[in-house]
């Protein structure tokens, strides 16, 4: 591995370690909205769970830099996309908790950007007139070229990884908290029962007390 290689390596590694997840709370009629400025030809990607609230569900829209919409989805409870962009310009990501008329939704949401064409990046690989002599540099850029794009390609499953890793941790979480609040409600519910069952036990000992208690006749 050459010096650039090992630099390209490190370099990626390091930009996974920056990503990170991001919450967002979308009130009751309200729509929030983000955005992301890239150049034609760089791969976009949003990923997005809702963590809490109502039945779990958000409308998600994503725009173009013309106001078109490239994606749009209704009631939700996550996603994953990935398209590449068509024109220079800001993206929008909308989540849109307007349908509901009281609760508020807690959403995960992910965005990534990824590497684009780079200029000229095709002219070089479509040159000609490169002899004998200049074969073994060929052969190395080739090589480089090679190793990038499978540095690329691990980058991008890690970060696949990373955010199924985030989902399973809310998913977890919300199930959590789903068992724990139902074991709260039947442990309410067993004390109630058993309340109940004791006052029943007491009246009716008090009320069969009373067929056996002999009146005196003054």
Not at 92 to 116: L, Q
């Amino acid at each position: 591995m050459t010096l650039r290689q090992l630099f390209t390596f490190l370099g990626i590694f390091s930009l996974l370690s920056v990503a990170e997840s991001y919450f967002v709370t979308v009130d009751a009629h309200a729509e929030e909205c983000f955005f992301e400025k890239v150049t034609t030809g760089t791969k976009l990607g949003l990923a997005f769970e809702v963590a809490e609230g109502g039945f779990l569900d958000i409308d998600i829209k994503i725009y173009s830099p013309d106001g078109k919409i490239v994606h749009e989805g209704e009631r939700e409870s996550n996603g994953r996309y990935t398209f590449p962009a068509s024109m220079d310009g800001v993206y929008t990501y909308c989540f849109s908790n307007k349908m509901s008329t009281m609760t508020p939704k807690i959403v995960m949401f992910s965005m990534d950007v990824g590497e684009g064409i780079k200029p000229g990046h095709e002219a070089a690989n479509g040159e000609e007139g490169w002899d004998m002599q200049n074969f073994s540099q060929t052969g190395e850029a080739a090589g480089g070229n090679k190793m990038e794009d499978m540095i690329r390609e691990l980058s991008a499953a890690l970060s696949g990884v990373k955010h199924e890793q985030d989902y399973m941790e809310v998913r977890e979480r919300i199930h959590r908290s789903i068992n724990d609040n139902t074991n709260s409600r039947v442990v309410l519910w067993s004390v109630f029962e058993a309340l109940v069952l004791v006052a029943m036990t007491i009246g009716q000992v008090y009320y069969l007390k009373q067929f056996f208690e002999v009146r005196r006749v003054v």
